[in-house]
């Protein structure tokens, strides 16, 4: 049986209700998918393949933007611009699979990153116009100084990014974060939802109105942005599994134990979802851990341990992955086997070293056929892919299964109880008011 769907909030704009002849579309997508320089899985791409036609038969010329990665290193101040975070592996595949000309105009970088956008870029704008060149696609966003920045640094950011087109469309659901590209440029350009926006707003429903029982399953690195709304999620599931660096935290605060590599300050957030559920009692612990000497993985230097050996005051080493028996454990087996919705935003250990964790939560939650199953996620989706080709290929049109390409994003809009409470998409919204209230709209 095939998911039902919500309809869309309408007061949120859409990107068939623009009017794009002629006109000069910036479009922010997530396309993060390069990592040092390489596409693994170029899914979030993919996705986003249908607004970018859209644009371009309806007459709209596209200057498209994303972020990869985290290059601002937040203590030091400085912005790393090194061609390992930058688009050209995104504008390949593009190329390669449009057969169009993108050009990525260059703009010269300090430490601060790039301060501004220069008249270098009209030339190119003209080109563009002129059908020339097929689309722009600029740097990363996050080598932008007034991408992150707080004041008139960002303000002055999203005013050059709006002074470069006549309409910005936001297909970037992964980017949740309210920075100048996704968040700030709204408040100067007509502003419009993508397709792939709405697809994962209509499916965010089922996850904020799940099908119950319903299982959260969420592990991977992101500590520092997905702590917070884990406690949200906490209170919408009604059973719980972590992994990763997330589940090492917890581990910390449950059993007074010291895990290599999990700082004081990030224990301190995970007591609060240890008290909480000392009551609800909804974590479904994974029994088996992999501890290692190393952050890596070398033969005689990793083991299994068992949570029942955990004794305030261990140190234990690294620990980078789930044992795969863990998911024969009764209590996790009959948590993912008898649930009726699950989400999973999990890469359960330190990749590319550790996997099994990962492939054995996979096809644990495969063999519940009746399960509506919600991926979301860069690395989870990208994982999935990689360790189970098999299944992956075999569920991408089975409507058990959705996949959203950010997982992050779920998790902030069930920390907002709403899809729309997620910043850019409030923006649009709030655009759109906006300019009905100047008589503007259509
Ligand atoms: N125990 C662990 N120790 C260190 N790193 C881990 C561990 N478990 C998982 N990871 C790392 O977590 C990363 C994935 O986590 P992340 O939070 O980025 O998930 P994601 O699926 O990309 O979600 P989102 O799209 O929200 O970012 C991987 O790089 C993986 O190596
Ligand atoms: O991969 C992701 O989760 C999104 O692209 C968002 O990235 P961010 O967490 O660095 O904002």
Redesign the pocket.
Known sequence: MAMELASLDQRLPLVQQASLRDKVVLVRF?H?VVKKGIINDPFRIDRTLGTLFYIVAQGGKPIMMT?V??PRDKKAGTIKVSADSGVEPIVAYLESKLHVKIEVPSFPAGEQGITAIDTSINHNIRRLREGEIAGIYLPNTRWFAGEEAKGEAREDFALQLAGLADVYVND?F????PHASTFDVTKHLPSYAGYLLQDEMRHLELVLNPARPFVGVVAGA?YD?KIGPLQALYQQVDRLILGGVIYNTYLCAKYGVKIAGVAEEDIAAARDLVTADAEAGKIIELPYIVESDILGREEGKYRTRALSELKPGMELGYVLDIDPKSFEAPAVALALGQAASIFVNAVMGFTPHFTDGSRALDTTIDANRAAAKLYG???TLQEFKDLCPGLYLSVLDNAQYYFFT????VLKAIEQHSAYGLEPVAALMANAANLQGKGLDG
Request: aromatic share 6%; proline share 0%.
């Open positions: 997530d993060n972020h990665g985290r970037a992964g980017s949740w974060q992101k942005t996620g860069g690395d950010g997982g992050g994003s």
